[in-house]
């Protein structure tokens, strides 16, 4: 393009040498050849500097393709060993998983059976449970039966203990009124005492009868009397009474008496019915003798001797309603 203007001027020249129509001709195709070819150099050079354009451009974009493709190369890389890492990492989960699932399948198989084992001691407790709350139920039953029975037994013993607490009373008041009713014959030859919750009247052989006899004297005959006075006034109240001797044995049997036994029997009987006579009960008297079996001293003296020849009056006051406590204690227990 630069060697154009030389190019003119040999045709300007070659020109001005050819006659003048021809040479005009060919000017205008000259320069309408120039013209053309000016404007094929414009849009030549349009296209060059559009060419340029797209080629910088595209030389940008290669670049940045470039770069991308680096990147992503490296990206690339940097996937690749995580990936490489991931399926290392998937392959041990995997096998820890496979290791997991077998532990699992044998700690289920061990789980199952302590599971059916403590299903079975369950079931084993919850029975046992049942029995106790069975028994406890039961025990509860007894023990509430138990404990009315000992609330209907402490009423009973407390009823039992009044009643004996009352006869106790009544020995104590039947006693100071025999003692008071008996004061002027009191002594060796008489006393009064409580024993066993009875009061025991006791007389001496010299008191009530001569040696060998079975008739009581005139002094006897009093004490007795007054006795059977203070027993009227007490209707509640049984006498027994008891003869006793001494140990020396009949020298000469004769009649009804054969030996001590007699003696004492004779005795008692002589004794109840004198107080029978004075005014006791005959229903509430009993004669009994004991002979020599039964004596307060050894017989070993004349004094000894003496005290074992005695009759004894035993008052005992009548003990129905302590009688019938007991007894209902008796069948309530044997309930």
């Known amino acids: 393009m ?22 005009s001709k060919k000017y205008d195709d000259l320069k309408a050849r120039q013209a053309a070819t000016e404007q094929a150099k414009t849009e030549s050079e349009q296209q060059y500097r559009k060419a340029v354009a797209e080629l910088k451009k595209s030389s940008d974009e290669v670049a940045q393709l470039r770069l991308e493709t680096r990147r992503l190369v490296d990206d ?15 392959a041990q989960l995997t096998d820890s998983y496979d290791k997991l699932l077998k532990n699992s399948d044998r700690a289920m198989a061990d789980k199952s059976a302590d599971y059916n084992k403590v299903a079975k001691d369950l079931a084993r407790r919850e029975a046992e449970l049942g029995e106790l709350d069975t028994n406890l139920r039961k025990s509860r039953a007894d023990i509430d039966k138990l404990t009315a029975d000992l609330t209907a037994r402490e009423a009973r013993l407390a009823e039992l203990q009044k009643a004996l607490a009352e006869k106790d009373r009544a020995v104590d008041a039947l006693k100071a009124s025999v003692s008071n009713a008996l004061r002027g014959f009191q002594g060796t030859d008489l006393q009064v005492k409580m024993k066993d919750g009875k009061v025991y009247v006791s007389l001496s052989e010299q008191l009530l009868f001569k040696s060998g006899s079975t008739k009581v004297d005139p002094k006897g005959q009093e004490a007795l009397k007054q006795l059977a006075t203070v027993l009227q006034q007490q209707p509640d109240v049984n006498v027994v009474v008891e003869g006793h ?91």
């Open 2 to 23: 630069k060697h154009f203007p030389a190019f003119a001027f040999c045709t300007l020249l070659a020109a001005s040498a050819l006659p003048g129509c021809v040479a």
């Open 245 to 335: 001797t001494d140990n020396v044995p009949f020298s000469r049997p004769a009649g009804a008496m054969q030996d001590n036994w007699d003696l004492s029997v004779l005795r008692a009987t002589e004794i109840a019915r004198l107080l029978t006579t004075g005014g006791v009960a005959p229903e509430r008297v009993t004669a009994s003798g004991r002979s020599q079996y039964v004596p307060v001293a050894a017989n070993d003296s004349p004094q000894n001797k003496a005290l074992n020849r005695r009759t004894e009056i035993i008052l005992t006051p009548k003990l129905n309603e302590l009688l019938k406590i007991l007894d209902s204690n008796s069948t309530a227990g044997g309930k």
């Open 76 to 90: 690339s890389t940097e996937t690749g060993r995580s990936l490489r890492r991931t399926r290392q990492l998937n």
